[in-house]
């Protein structure tokens, strides 16, 4: 493209994709901007095809993993498992909003813990929603649970986030030191959300729900599925535990799962496969992509010299400065070109284990201030949308500006408590 400076056309291409990816124009999915992006960058051969290639293969262990987890996912959704689960706890809630919303957000965090969070924001956000009409409740409420656990629980294991594999990638730490990192930060998150949230709700929470709510019995396929997913948590922790990468024994315990149930109930698996959501796939391989150009340029190289100049100095600024910058980036740019450049960041500078966890924090709990922040909280507002609610960026403002900040900085706080 003679005229134009390389660099300066691809730092517009990865805005412009940037932005059509978090507003959606036209209503056009979003991965086709990414890959769209993506693809006229490599064809004008402003990004190699070899690097191009070779920037898509780094996220194989992210995609194995998304295939399998949305598979279970969809196989809760289809086999009522997560309609069970809300429907039981809204008949225990006896009445009572707050209980009700004591347990959504128990039931909430279980599932972005062991399923991720993208599965809380797609499949128990519609489950959430019938429990709320059925005990006659204001939804919106308990919806936001969703929402703001989903990012909230998301670095509890390694498996609560798919971002968490793009930023650690093939340095995944061992699950004992996983969880050595980020107990304290998680339980501080997961608190201080329920905490303000609460709080924020409490006038919707007062409203007595009706106490008489049928449920019905568990299907066959349900428990299949809900024994599939208990393995697979298992496996999950396990291949952690022994310093494996995730993306394969994910996919295997997806599609296992899928097919025992199938072949059981003598089905047909294309249901399944076209409800899950595979333009999650081209998405972040395009991401892949369009940070592989943005390293090109090399403003990726300066920000990872600059942290870790800043940690030699001061270890305990780098953290506090890598957690509250990208955490701010990821509300502005969407988490998940930001967790990109934060794995490259991490990947090039040596940085101290605080300074890297402080960035996984900020991409997983940043998000949450704003509503085009984070992947799980799009597909959240998509499913809110589908039944007929509406939730403005000003709505979830309101309330993310409350939960979002004491929540990231209590997380830091944990997080500088432990800096071994």
């Known amino acids: 493209m003679p005229g134009f400076d390389p660099h300066t056309v691809i730092w517009i291409a990865a805005a412009l994709a940037t932005c059509c990816v978090i507003f959606r124009p036209f209503g056009v999915p979003e991965w086709v901007w990414a890959l769209s992006a993506a693809a006229l960058l490599t064809g004008f051969g402003l990004i190699p095809w070899p690097s191009a290639l070779a920037a898509i293969a780094k996220g194989t262990d992210v995609y194995l993993f998304l295939i ?55 499949v128990l956000t519609p489950a959430v929603y019938a429990a709320a009409k059925a005990a006659k409740a204001e939804p919106l409420p308990y919806l936001f649970v969703c929402a703001f656990i989903a990012n909230a629980a998301s ?53 007595t729900l009706e106490t008489v709510i049928a449920l019905q019995p568990l299907s066959s396929g349900a428990r299949l599925t809900a024994f599939g997913i208990m393995l697979t948590a298992a496996v999950l922790l396990l291949a952690s535990a022994f310093d494996l990468q995730l993306g394969l024994p994910t996919f295997c315990a997806g599609l296992a799962t899928a097919g025992l149930i199938h072949l059981r109930q003598r089905m047909s698996p294309m249901p399944v496969l076209k409800g ?64 990109l450049i934060a794995g490259s960041v991490g990947h ?28 799980a909280t799009l597909l959240w507002l998509i499913a809110v949308r589908r039944e007929g609610e509406h939730v403005s960026a000003v709505d979830f403002l309101r309330v993310g500006i409350l939960v979002m900040p004491p929540a990231l900085i209590g997380a830091l706080a944990a997080l500088s408590l432990n800096p071994g």
């Open 276 to 339: 899950v959501s595979w333009g999650v796939l081209p998405l972040v391989g395009g991401l892949f992509v369009l940070v592989e150009g943005l390293a090109q340029t090399g403003i990726i190289n300066s920000l990872a010299h600059t942290l870790a100049s800043l940690a030699e100095h001061s270890s305990s600024q780098a953290t506090w400065g890598a957690g509250l910058v990208v955490a701010i980036a990821s509300n502005v740019i969407n988490n998940l070109p930001a967790g």
């Open 155 to 207: 670095f509890v294991l390694p498996i609560s986030n798919p971002a968490n594999l793009v930023i650690f990638g093939s340095h995944m730490p061992p699950l004992l030191t996983w969880l050595w990192q980020f107990s304290l930060p998680s339980m501080a998150a997961i608190g201080l959300t329920y905490i303000v949230l609460r709080l924020t709700q409490r006038k919707h929470l007062r409203q």
């Open 68 to 122: 399998g987890m949305m598979v279970l996912a969809e196989l809760a959704r289809q086999e009522g498992l997560f309609d069970w689960l809300a429907m039981y706890a809204a008949q225990h809630a006896q009445g009572s909003g707050q209980r009700l919303f004591d347990l959504v957000f128990l039931v909430g965090t279980l599932v972005t813990v062991f399923l991720s969070n993208d599965a809380t924001a797609v």
């Open 348 to 375: 090039i500078a040596h940085l101290p284990t605080p300074t890297t966890s402080a960035l996984l924090i900020g991409v997983d709990l940043g998000p949450n201030l704003s509503i085009t922040g984070s992947l």
